[in-house]
């Protein structure tokens, strides 16, 4: 890929969340293989993100307990998405 850029978070949920409504099933396969593709790379994007935001609540919890319930929620969504990527760990 190209140069990376920086667009607001919201938007990057929105265009995801609009992506995600549109149905390209009378599309030719090519419209429908790019489509594919840049929502699957969205989701992995998004998927990251969240994954970042549980990572950072490891590191700011005030206590044990707190981090590691904060450790086991991330381990759990890092699971899912190596599941959902098909890469079970």
């Not at 995801?16 to 699957?40: E, F, G, H, P, Q």
């Not at 919890?61 to 959902?84: F, S």
Request: hydrophobic letters at 35%; proline letters at 1%.
């Amino acid at each position: 890929m190209g140069k990376n850029v920086l667009i607001p978070l919201t938007l990057l949920e929105r265009i995801n969340d609009l992506l995600a409504c549109w149905d390209v099933s009378k599309y030719d396969y090519s419209v429908r293989d790019d489509y594919y593709s840049i929502t699957r790379e969205l989701d992995r994007k998004m998927n990251k993100l969240e994954l970042r935001k549980a990572y950072t609540k490891i590191l700011q919890a005030n206590n044990e307990n707190a981090r590691h319930d904060a450790r086991m929620q991330y381990l759990w969504q890092k699971n899912q998405i190596d599941y959902e990527n098909g890469f079970e760990s």
